[in-house]
């Protein structure tokens, strides 16, 4: 089952209407057109370039919710009006994303309000985050599995289809990943996410006793009884020895000097 939810932004449009600001299904988010409405005290100003400033500023904070950043934006939409002030708004537009360059696309249309100037609508794509919770700050690095150990050790396999509720669940997760690694014998985790929302976390411990420890750690425990209460829709877990293991690492080849 894929992960879904909806992100308001508390305009008084989504309520009247029937609307999100954004969509979040599985990795994919979709944000809704946007305009340059502040949406705290529901006032826009008159000129082209604040709008679009204020759009950015709005979307930047349903991207955030939905642990995302512009880097993550695959493709932009624009709607103006006029086509006269699409230029000037150029520099704000490629202060957001003159490094990410998505797919984008310029319409003149009329919008729902004369006083609006500029909507900006975004697609973006989460990239895969570890223990299928919030992305990570180091999510630019190299993926890097863990290493084939010499057996026997120990593996517990933990695979989850979580809720639409996830407030909270990303503190834990970076909470319990500082726990484990002070367990004597933990030897690593790897995690996976699929496109359709199944997240799978393998630990491997060194013996039995360091998985034992582990399991009966008062925090962990807290954190599964939160889990079934709060994050997960569905869970297993599956603990096995492991007797054999292997492993192989491609060899970098060495980059030759380029040609000007």
């Not at 008062?218 to 939160?226: N, P, S, T």
Request: proline content about 6%; hydrophobic content about 35%.
């Amino acid at each position: 089952m894929t992960e879904r939810h909806a992100i308001l932004s508390g305009s008084t449009f989504e309520e009247q209407i029937g609307y999100a600001r954004a969509v979040v299904d599985g990795d994919r988010v979709h944000i809704s057109g946007t305009t340059g409405f502040d949406y705290a005290t529901m006032t826009i100003s008159d000129d082209v370039v604040d709008q679009a400033e204020q759009c950015l500023r709005n979307i930047e904070a349903a991207l955030a919710e939905a642990k995302c950043t512009f880097a993550d934006v695959v493709r932009v939409r624009y709607l103006l009006p006029d086509r006269a002030d699409f230029e000037p708004c150029w520099p704000v537009l490629r202060r957001c994303f003159g490094d990410v360059r998505p797919a984008a696309t310029m319409l003149v249309c009329g919008l729902a309000d004369p006083r609006m100037k500029i909507e900006i609508e975004v697609d973006a794509r989460r990239r895969l985050p570890p223990h299928g919770g919030a992305v990570s700050s180091h999510s630019e690095a190299p993926a890097v599995p863990v290493e084939a150990y010499e057996p026997p050790y120990y593996m517990a396999v933990f695979t989850t289809v979580r809720t639409q509720d996830q407030s909270g669940y990303s503190e834990t997760d970076a909470r319990l990943e500082d726990l484990v690694k002070g367990i004597p014998g933990y030897l690593g985790t790897d995690h996976a996410q699929t496109p359709g929302g199944l997240g799978i976390t393998v630990s491997y411990f060194r013996d039995a006793d360091a998985l034992t420890q582990w399991r009966t750690d008062v925090e962990h425990r807290a954190a599964q009884q939160r889990g079934r209460a709060e994050w997960y829709q569905s869970y297993t877990l599956h603990v096995a020895k492991v007797e054999r293991s292997s492993g192989f690492t491609r060899a970098q080849v060495p980059q030759g000097p380029t040609a000007d």
